[in-house]
């Protein structure tokens, strides 16, 4: 059991590209959420996605962030126009049922520069 | 007002102490409780999870909730060098978890 991958493990974007990050559930799991982290900072609820479904956005930015967990392939947080401010470690997670508890994956550090 | 407070530390014992580890909510609607640990430059790990009221005890871990209090605590007995991380409580009513800023933990040999 490969557990919840996400890549990449660092990520280094200039100001106005766009950043892809993505996340494998782990095996069996059907529910993934998106966090963010920041430095003395807990880590911050961004969306909740089913198998091509958004359940739950109402932590994402309404601008220059999406999410998407399509049938066949890997969660995918987009981020467009990144800012200095959209650096952070964002995590992924999965879980096999709605409110169990979540297995974490181990982050992509975003770094814009 | 904080969804979740969590009293940052850093927190220093000699190892085989006893380290207990708070956190205090204002929801009443949460249900779900949960401890995470962090270690640096990783994702988090579920330790302990629990939906009542009362103790759950895993190991050397103990999770203790008190929603009348809306208070959570997580005790770990005989500490050891490899508790050393972060400390992440989280609780939830539904889709989302809430969770605190993390209690920094170094456990000293």
């Known amino acids: 059991n490969a557990g919840v991958m996400q890549n990449p493990r660092h990520l280094v974007r200039r100001r106005g590209q766009e950043a892809r990050l993505r996340c494998s559930p782990m095996k069996g799991h059907s529910h993934v959420y998106w966090y963010r982290q920041l430095p003395e900072e807990g880590l911050k609820f961004m969306v909740y996605l089913q198998k091509e479904n958004i359940i739950d956005e109402s932590g994402m930015p309404k601008e220059r962030f999406s999410a998407e967990f399509p049938k066949e392939g890997p969660s995918i947080l987009r981020i467009q126009q990144v800012v200095r401010g959209d650096s952070a470690a964002y995590f992924c997670?999965?879980?096999?049922?709605?409110?169990?508890?979540?297995?974490f994956g181990s982050g992509t550090r975003l770094t814009v520069v | 007002q904080k969804e979740v407070e969590q009293d940052p530390g850093p927190l220093s014992v000699p190892e085989g102490a006893i380290v207990s580890l708070n956190c205090t909510y204002s929801n009443s609607a949460f249900q779900y409780f949960m401890w995470y640990r962090q270690y640096s430059r990783k994702g988090p790990e579920l330790l302990m999870y629990?939906?009542?009221?009362g103790n759950k005890e895993d190991g050397r871990f103990t999770a203790q909730v008190d929603k009348s209090s809306k208070y959570i605590s997580l005790f770990i007995r005989d500490s050891q060098p490899s508790d050393s991380a972060t400390y992440l409580c989280?609780?939830?009513?539904?889709?989302?978890?809430?969770f605190g800023t993390g209690t920094s933990l170094t456990v000293i040999p």
């Open positions: 989280a609780m939830s009513a539904g889709n989302q978890f809430y």
């Open positions: 629990t939906y009542s009221s």
């Open positions: 997670a999965s879980s096999p049922y709605t409110g169990d508890g979540y297995t």
